[in-house]
């Protein structure tokens, strides 16, 4: 089975750093991805981690531990427009086709 | 824009109805993918298209159903609706038929009263 956790509910303030969990467990494993999902809105890419370590674009950054089936998404200099819901998805890898969704961390920004 | 086009934007029905969603992939993109989303659940997969073949099932009812069409556009078809049907639903289309960046359409809401 698959099983993705991350937490319910985050608050950060504007221009700081937020780091947003996601601990997986999948009967297979072909890449982690974040999105980003504002209220009512399509969620948009963010990240792809295949192996482990860091991947860096721009503000937003994104770390794999494979061994220990975990991730995180780190946001720096918060804007309040970063205010949206993060999704962590599980690609369980070959003879399966979909991505495997956590139920997302919500992110709010104050100034 | 992600350049997948879903129609209607909105729905309301009533229970015991049947109604249609659809969906035009991104130009070049072979693969579409429907996910529900509830209040209290996370992106949930339904089903998934590769070149006009079903691909995956994900938690699909049997009171659903879809296909796609050679044009590479979608339609997901539910029927029998209950109130618990009322979600967001949304279709995703990639490049090819394994997982890679999926885009996501900006969703059809579902209301059934």
């Known amino acids: 089975g698959q099983n993705i956790d991350q937490p319910t509910e985050m608050t950060a303030t504007e221009g700081a750093i937020v780091q947003i969990n996601c601990t997986y467990q999948t009967s297979g494993f072909n890449g982690l991805f974040w999105y980003q999902q504002h209220a009512g809105e399509a969620p948009t890419f963010l990240s792809y981690n295949v192996l482990d370590g860091l991947e860096e674009k721009g503000r937003f950054s994104s770390f794999l531990s494979r061994s220990k089936g975990y991730s995180y998404l780190l946001l720096k200099e918060l804007q309040m427009k970063d205010s949206a819901s993060y999704l962590c998805a599980v690609s369980p890898g070959a003879g399966s086709y979909q991505l495997t969704f956590g139920k997302g961390t919500k992110l709010s920004v104050i100034p | 824009d992600s350049g997948v086009t879903q129609t209607p934007k909105h729905l309301i029905t009533a229970t015991g109805q049947r109604v249609t969603l659809r969906c035009s992939p991104r130009s070049g993109d072979l693969s579409v993918y429907w996910y529900q989303q509830s209040l209290d659940q996370g992106l949930q997969f339904l089903i998934q298209y590769y070149n006009g073949e079903e691909r995956a099932k994900g938690n699909i009812l049997e009171r659903f159903s879809a296909q796609q069409f050679p044009d590479l556009h979608s339609e997901l078809n539910l029927s029998s609706l209950e109130l618990g049907d009322s979600a967001l639903y949304f279709c995703?289309?990639?490049?090819?038929?394994?997982?890679?960046?999926?885009?996501f359409g900006e969703g059809s809401r579902l209301t059934v009263l």
């Open positions: 995703a289309s990639s490049v090819g038929d394994h997982t890679g960046e999926l885009f």
